[in-house]
């Protein structure tokens, strides 16, 4: 029996989760951009599905990303994408708009 009950073995992991979106990690990592990334997750999944962070063979960063819905997929895909070519002002200014919309 598993120390942890409710810790999915990684079969099951990509078994429960089939669809993965990989990233490699940017110089200096994410940054702000986190933040637009997790806020979308919270808006538009239920539960988060699960990310994990490793390093390739070359010394390559990245992170993936699983999910159970391919619309989902295809949608958190296409945030991803907008959320990588803005800048750091672009990414500022979207928080702080962000965060004035809650109150």
Do not use: C
Not at 56 to 73: G, L, M, N, P, Q
């Amino acid at each position: 029996m598993p120390r942890y009950k409710d810790l999915l073995t990684p079969a099951l992991l990509r078994k429960e989760y089939p669809i993965h979106i990989e990233v490699p990690l940017p110089y200096g990592g994410f940054r702000l951009r986190l933040n637009l990334i997790e806020q979308w997750l919270t808006d538009y999944t239920e539960h988060p599905d699960f990310g994990r962070w490793s390093t390739t063979k070359a010394r390559i960063d990245h992170v993936t990303w699983a999910f159970k819905d391919e619309i989902i997929a295809q949608a958190f895909r296409a945030h991803l994408e907008m959320v990588l070519k803005l800048t750091d002002r672009q990414v500022l200014n979207r928080l702080t708009k962000r965060g004035t919309e809650d109150i």
